[in-house]
Structures are given as structure tokens and as C-alpha cells.
């Protein structure tokens, strides 16, 4: 369960842990490798299987990391043995000493790839990881923009487009506000924003699938479009010649394939039904679950910094209303490098922007013992509790988090802050593109020495797209909208808005995923009461799902069961050690084992003065 603090932000909605492992089929159980560093029963995976080849290797502590591609034919279907392409997906694996069994990992997006394996073996397993088509820097076609229609526009003009930052297909159309995985950069209760979002929504949808480089050509020449040949259900086919990925994934596989799965860990569940429509208010009420908790649980840290900013009279929900009426208001501003007529001209921030901010907050206590205490020093700073300058910091802040251009590329535009030096709100997702990081421990290993997060946007559309039905017109997704609208609140509205702009007319078609459902599986379904991505429903829904599953609850918060998040007094410790027991004996805990949360979620003891 080594996720922890490897789980990027950037993809944290998805992060679902996902662990699968093959069983060994009893001929491969003997083989000789090559590698004498590696026993001969962790060797399945380098014995050559058709269509796998290890290109490099090489020590990394007392671990042997193999790096090669998995070459798949892009339809898994006999009817098209002769006129598929092919596609070589990058595959990493990590070997401790005495590893004796394959264990798959998807570290969850969709967006992650097979380099995020490193460093997450466990004792007595060779982890492995396959990158998922279309993702990572390898993937050829890539579903993310190329960097090359980046474009860096002179400054001084009267206003910015996202057509001055790039030329790519599947950006968002100019006017479209920023919009990532669960929040849009709009008032969430402003039905026109919300349709001009929709709106937008649409069209990239279209002009995106229009875009030549999704067109594969096979040997014979037949067409393939690469929007359907590349959703979750192909990944589970790629199991096939020996790998896996994702909750969903997980579920997937082991409903297609369910007498190969060993052991399965799925944390922080996916909903094992795919449709866009439930997905996107499934999405919404994990936020409503977990920004309640965080009200309530203030009450209970009133004598600690920074609860002690809210007394009872004053509430958390009360300085949460007022603050969003001075953010309709336009009165939470912070000032750009732009001249205006007395001083520089100050830029706003949006209810739908702090949802996400705040969001993220929430989400990190999954994988760092300080619980809550950030997000509500968020909301104290802007409440303006600590003084104005503290406050105009904190809009400076969230606007810089999100009104970025994509980090880490040698571009000028690279890095470049939108809000502050154009005076717009384009980021990652506005061009499509994520940001990316240097990693040097791929050196060796024939891959580009950087990864990629999974924050340009276009892995919604493109992976979700395809995994969930439900197609519906502007108009339709209004109606929704306003449904959901008249029955919660700003945070839960904005984070439905944003992901249900992804995928509501996405125009490819759907090859749903047929998720759980399935009798036999003996799946270890791991869910917190208050994971603010990934609602307790759909981990309860997914155990509904699976017959022959075990459920395991953490009355805690944060994305996903993971030993970082351990804080003091959690109750995780009988969640955690279950987990070791499994992977190590392959023992399930009783169905419905619950850890109880033994000290409320730290709220406060947060370093104030450093923040
Ligand atoms: C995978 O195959 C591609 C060609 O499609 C090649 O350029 C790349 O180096 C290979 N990667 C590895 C790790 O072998
Ligand atoms: C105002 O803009 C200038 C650049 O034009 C910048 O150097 C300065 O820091 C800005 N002032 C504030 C308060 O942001
Ligand atoms: C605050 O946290 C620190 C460690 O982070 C701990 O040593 C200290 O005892 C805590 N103080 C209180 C009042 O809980």
C-alpha cells in the first residue's frame, strides 16, 4: 500500500488504489529466467509472453526495476486479426529481493502511467504497471495536447483568448471558462455561466473527435478511430498478455476475466454503474459528504487555531455564506501586473475555483497526517479573520494554483501565470496539456526522464467518454443541472458542473464498462465514510456489486485508505494491518469490518504563522 504521498494532486479524483494480482498458471511456475538476481517464481512477468519485451533494466536500491513495451493489437477482436494496428504501450516493473508473485497496480486519473510503479513495490510481490493507451509522455497517439501548439502571444493586448495560447484541437474554445476534473472557474448558481460552460463543453467535444491524429490506419486499410479503442474496457484487455490498471479497471478485469484474479484491493471506488448523469452527482455528493463533516467537525476544535476563529454564533457555515456573497460581489480580488488607473487592476476570484482548491485541501488528508486543518485556514484567510493582506495572499494563491500555464517545458509560455501578466484564467486544462516534471530515477530505463500529471482535461472526455453512457444536448444537461442546483449547495454544484461538462455530449460513442456485477470475485472493497473525490456510496455500491466481496470502512476523510494519512489517534491501524494480512496471507476481514475514528480529524494545532 505503498500509494502514499505518490498520488499526485493533479489526478486525485481518480486515484483510486487499484491492486490486482494474476494468478501464476502452474507451468510458468518454474521457469528459469535469465535475470539471476530475480527468484524463478517472480518470473512470469519476464519470461517473454507474446507481444511483452523487457528492453532495459536496472538495480535501484536492492530492488531491479525492467522497463519494455507491450505491443497490442488496437482491436482485441478475431474479426480484425488482419486489419488492426498496433499500438506499443510503455510497461515498468519493480522487483524486491524474494518477490514471489506478480501484483498489477493502476495508480488511478485516468491519467496516471506505468511509471508511477516506482517505488511502490511491496514485500514478497514483483509490482507491475502498464501505461494506459493514450497516456503518459510515451503514448503515441496521445490524448493530452502537444506541446507544439503552444503559442506565447505579445503582451499589451486589450483581451486574451485561449486561441493566443494554442492551436490544438481538443482545447477548450475561447470564452469556455477554466474547467478541471471537479470544478469550473464560474458561480456555480449563475445558470447563464453555467450554459456558456456547457456550451463550450459541446463544441470541444466535437471539434476534439474531429481531430485527423485519432484516425489509425491498419495494414489492409482499414480505419479505426482511436476514441473507441481506447476507454477502460481495453485496458482490461491488455490483462491479457499480463497486465492491469484502476478500480474500475480492477472490477473490469475481473469480471472479464475473474478466474485469473488472485487477490484484489479496489480503495476509493469507482460507481460500478457507468453512466455520466449518476457519475457527475455522484461527484457532488462526495463533496456535500465531506464539507458537512468539516462543519461539524470545527465545533470540535474551537479551542485550537484556526477552528478558534469561529465561535459559536459565528459558525463555519455562517463565514462560509458571507464569503461567498463577497466572492459574487467581486470584492475578493488580488491585484495583477497589469496598470490600471490607480494601481495595478485587480483580478476576482470564483466560488467555483476556491470549491476546487478547497477540494484538493480535503483530498490530502488521504495521504498526510494533518488532516483538515489547511482547507479551513483557507477559508479564515479569506473571511478576511487574519487581516487583508493575508487575505489578498490567499486569492493570489488559489488563482496561481489554477490560472497557470502548464509547468516544466522549455516554451516561454511555460510556468507562465495567466491571471497576473494577461489578465485571463487559462490553465492546464483551458490548453489541454499538463504540466510536467523531471524524475531522474527513469534514467536507464529508455524512456524520457519526466512525467506528466494528468491535469489537461482531455483524459475525461476521451477515457470516461468511452466507459460511460449517456449522451445528452445542452439543453438536457441544463435540466440536470437546475435538478441538482435546487436541492445543494455551492461546493457539491461546482464540482457536478465540472465533470459533467466532460463527458454530458462527448462525441464519440460509448463502449461502457461493465464494472462488478459479477459473482466470484472475492474483492477487498476499502472505503472511508468522507472521501471528498471518490463518494462512500460508490465504495458501497461496488461491494453491492460484488457478491463474494469483503467491505471495509475507515470512518475517516481523505482520497483513499492510505498509511500517510495516518494521523494521531486515526483508529486506521486495524484497517492498515488488515490490508498487510491480506496481501500477505491472503486473509479477508469479516464483511463490513469497520475502524473507528478515535480523535476527531485534526482541524487545528496548524502552524499558522508559517502558512
Ligand atoms: C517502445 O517502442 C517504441 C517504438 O514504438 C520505442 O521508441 C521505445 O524506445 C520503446 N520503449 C522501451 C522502453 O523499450
Ligand atoms: C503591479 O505590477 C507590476 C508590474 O507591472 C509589478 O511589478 C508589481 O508587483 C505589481 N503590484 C502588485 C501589488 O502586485
Ligand atoms: C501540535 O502538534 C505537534 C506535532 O505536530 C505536537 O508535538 C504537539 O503536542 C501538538 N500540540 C497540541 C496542543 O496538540
Redesign the pocket.
Known amino acids: 500500500m505503498a500509494l502514499t504521498g505518490k498520488c499526485r494532486f493533479a489526478c486525485l479524483l481518480w486515484s483510486l488504489q487499484i491492486l490486482a494480482t494474476q494468478q501464476r498458471r502452474p507451468e510458468d511456475a518454474s521457469s528459469i529466467l535469465q535475470e539471476k538476481m530475480v527468484r524463478a517464481e517472480a518470473c512470469d512477468l519476464l519470461h517473454p509472453l507474446e507481444g511483452l519485451k523487457w528492453?532495459?533494466s536496472k538495480k535501484v536500491g536492492n530492488n531491479i526495476v525492467y522497463?519494455?513495451?507491450l505491443t497490442v493489437p488496437l482491436s482485441p477482436h478475431a474479426e480484425d486479426k488482419d486489419d488492426t494496428p498496433f499500438l506499443?504501450l510503455?510497461v515498468m516493473l519493480e522487483v524486491p529481493p524474494g518477490a514471489s508473485e506478480p501484483r498489477l497496480v493502476h495508480c488511478g486519473g485516468p491519467g496516471s502511467d506505468a511509471t508511477c510503479v516506482l517505488g511502490m513495490s511491496i514485500q514478497g510481490y514483483a509490482s507491475f504497471s502498464i501505461s494506459q493507451r493514450g497516456i503518459g509522455v510515451?503514448a503515441n497517439p496521445n490524448f493530452e495536447c502537444d506541446p507544439s501548439h503552444m503559442k506565447f502571444p505579445p503582451k499589451g493586448q486589450w483581451n486574451y483568448e485561449i486561441s493566443d495560447f494554442t492551436d490544438c484541437p481538443c482545447a477548450l474554445p475561447d470564452g469556455a471558462p477554466l474547467v478541471g476534473q471537479s470544478f469550473a472557474n464560474l458561480d456555480p448558481k449563475n445558470d447563464c455561466q453555467v450554459e456558456v460552460l456547457f456550451r463550450s463543453m459541446a463544441l470541444r467535444s466535437r471539434t476534439c473527435a474531429a481531430d485527423s491524429k485519432w484516425m489509425l490506419t491498419g495494414p489492409r486499410g482499414k480505419k479505426y478511430n482511436f476514441l473507441e479503442w481506447s476507454g477502460t474496457r481495453m485496458l482490461a484487455h491488455e490483462n491479457l498478455d499480463g497486465a492491469s490498471y484502476g478500480t474500475a479497471v480492477a472490477a473490469v478485469y475481473a469480471n472479464m476475466f475473474p478466474d485469473r484474479v488472485a487477490k484484489m484491493v479496489i480503495n476509493g471506488n469507482m460507481p460500478p454503474v457507468p453512466n455520466t448523469l449518476e457519475f457527475a452527482k455522484g461527484q457532488g455528493m462526495a463533496l456535500t459528504q465531506a464539507f458537512g463533516h468539516l462543519e461539524r467537525m470545527c465545533v470540535k476544535w474551537t479551542s485550537t487555531r484556526p477552528c478558534d476563529y469561529f465561535s459559536n454564533e459565528m459558525s463555519l457555515t455562517k463565514a462560509w455564506n458571507a464569503l461567498i456573497g463577497e466572492i459574487r460581489a467581486e470584492r475578493l480580488t488580488a491585484p495583477t501586473n497589469l496598470p490600471g488607473l490607480g494601481g495595478n487592476v485587480s483580478f476576482p476570484l470564483s466560488i467555483g475555483l476556491l470549491q476546487g482548491y478547497v477540494q484538493e485541501l480535503m483530498i490530502i488528508a488521504g495521504f498526510v497526517p494533518t488532516g483538515w486543518a489547511k482547507p479551513v485556514l483557507t477559508l479564515v484567510n479569506l473571511a478576511g479573520m487574519r487581516g487583508q493582506s493575508a487575505r489578498v495572499d490567499q486569492v493570489a494563491k488559489i488563482l496561481d494554483r489554477y490560472c497557470t500555464l502548464p509547468t516544466g517545458y522549455s516554451g516561454e509560455w511555460s510556468g507562465v501565470k495567466t491571471w497576473r501578466d494577461y489578465g485571463v484564467c487559462i490553465g492546464q486544462q483551458s490548453v489541454g496539456l499538463s504540466s510536467s516534471e523531471p524524475d531522474w530515477r527513469l534514467e536507464g530505463?529508455?524512456?524520457p526522464l519526466r512525467r506528466k500529471g494528468g491535469d489537461g482535461f482531455v483524459n475525461e472526455g476521451t477515457v470516461l467518454g468511452q466507459d460511460l453512457f449517456g449522451r445528452f444536448t445542452v439543453a438536457q444537461a441544463m435540466g440536470a443541472y437546475r435538478a441538482f442546483r435546487a436541492e445543494w449547495e455551492e461546493m457539491a454544484t461546482s464540482s457536478f458542473v465540472g465533470i459533467f461538462s466532460a463527458f454530458f455530449s462527448w462525441d464519440a460513442e460509448a463502449i461502457p464498462v461493465q464494472t462488478g456485477f459479477r459473482a466470484g470475485v472475492r474483492a477487498f472493497v476499502v472505503g472511508n465514510l468522507y472521501d471528498p473525490a471518490c463518494s462512500y456510496t460508490w465504495s458501497n455500491h461496488m461491494r453491492e456489486s460484488l457478491p463474494n466481496a469483503v467491505m471495509m470502512t475507515w470512518q475517516g476523510v481523505g482520497h483513499c485508505l492510505m498509511p500517510g494519512g495516518n494521523y494521531q489517534d486515526s483508529g486506521m491501524q486495524p484497517c492498515l494491518n488488515r490490508l498487510d494480512e491480506y496481501w500477505k496471507t491472503g486473509e479477508l476481514p469479516f464483511d463490513g469490518f469497520t475502524c473507528r475514528t478515535e480523535a476527531p480529524v485534526p482541524l487545528g494545532n496548524w502552524s499558522t504563522e508559517t502558512d
Open positions: 528492453t532495459h522497463s519494455g513495451n506499443d510503455l510515451t530505463l529508455g524512456v
